[in-house]
């Protein structure tokens, strides 16, 4: 089935779910700084399901349907998190953002197995433009180095957040997105607890003081509020339109460190931004025209 016209609200949903992933960049930060990665995704979706599921108690749904796809969608959103903090500690923030975006790509390229409506050409063009945007973003392409195998955990990454991106797709249309959110981030809770129990029992049993400040706002405003918003946008968008969309997240990433970090912004990084903006516009432009087409 062929997704509706792009909307003004679903946009700006998505809009918002990257801009708070970006300033979540360092958040993340924080917490690495004094607890094991694992924990830190544990302590973030432990923290924010039970929130989820008491905000919108009234509208949640138990059948096995609703279950279903909220624990498909959690699982893949608990192996992506896996994947992408066991890959950093072996690679670099840089590598970490230009593989890890690479979802941009993969996800058109998954179409055909998720029966989604297959990429154009528009698509494919918007997609290059917002990678190569990533790549002179992080200026990674002027640094060399080798593929480890942080590089490869983090490419794990980037493909089970696509599997995510088609999941959503599929489970949300229909369904109360912010209450399918609260059971995909109580699942995300179960999975990452299991993990973080499995790799390191005796560790942060107890969220260190010092990161509390960080979970909170990773679990309210990057799980709780900007998962619902993906959720609510991909009844609207098209998987290919999302992830490019999506892939915002890494300049909104880079403007946080500026403000926050007073991390140095220079002309390479306003151009990488630009591409990747331009990208996200062409392909939001691709299904427009799509859904004008007899």
């Not at 998954?110 to 297959?118: H, I, Q």
């Amino acid at each position: 089935m062929e997704p509706a016209k792009p909307t003004p609200r679903a946009l700006l949903l998505l809009l918002l779910a990257t801009g708070l992933w970006g300033v979540g960049f360092v958040a993340v930060s924080n917490t690495l700084q004094v607890m094991h990665p694992l924990w830190s995704n544990a302590w973030r979706f432990v923290l924010a399901a039970p929130l989820a599921l008491l905000l919108f108690r009234t509208r949640l749904v138990w059948d096995r349907a609703h279950q279903g796809a909220a624990a498909v969608a959690g699982a893949c959103l608990a192996l992506a998190f896996l994947f992408q903090t066991w890959g950093l500690q072996s690679t670099t923030v840089a590598k970490s953002s230009l593989i890890t975006g690479l979802y941009c790509v993969v996800t058109p390229m998954m179409a055909p197995l998720f029966r989604a409506p297959l990429p154009t050409l528009t698509h494919g063009v918007g997609a290059v433009l917002a990678v190569v945007g990533l790549g002179v973003l992080s200026q990674v392409w002027d640094g060399g180095g080798t593929f480890n195998g942080g590089d490869a955990l983090t490419l794990g990454c980037a493909v089970v957040s696509a599997v995510h991106i088609h999941v959503v797709a599929k489970v949300a249309p229909g369904r109360d997105a912010l209450a399918l959110n609260a059971l995909q981030l109580m699942w995300t809770a179960v999975v990452s607890l299991v993990l973080a129990v499995v790799v390191a029992p005796a560790e942060y049993l107890v969220p260190p003081a010092g990161a509390l400040g960080a979970l909170l706002y990773l679990a309210v405003f990057c799980s709780v509020v900007a998962f619902g918003a993906q959720m609510r946008a991909q009844q609207e968008v098209s998987p290919t339109t999302a992830s490019t969309v999506l892939l915002l997240e890494a300049p909104f990433g880079v403007l946080s460190g500026v403000v926050l970090l007073a991390e140095p912004l220079g002309g390479w990084q306003l151009l990488g931004g630009a591409m990747m903006v331009g990208g996200s516009l062409l392909s939001v432009r691709a299904d427009t025209l799509r859904t004008r087409m007899p």
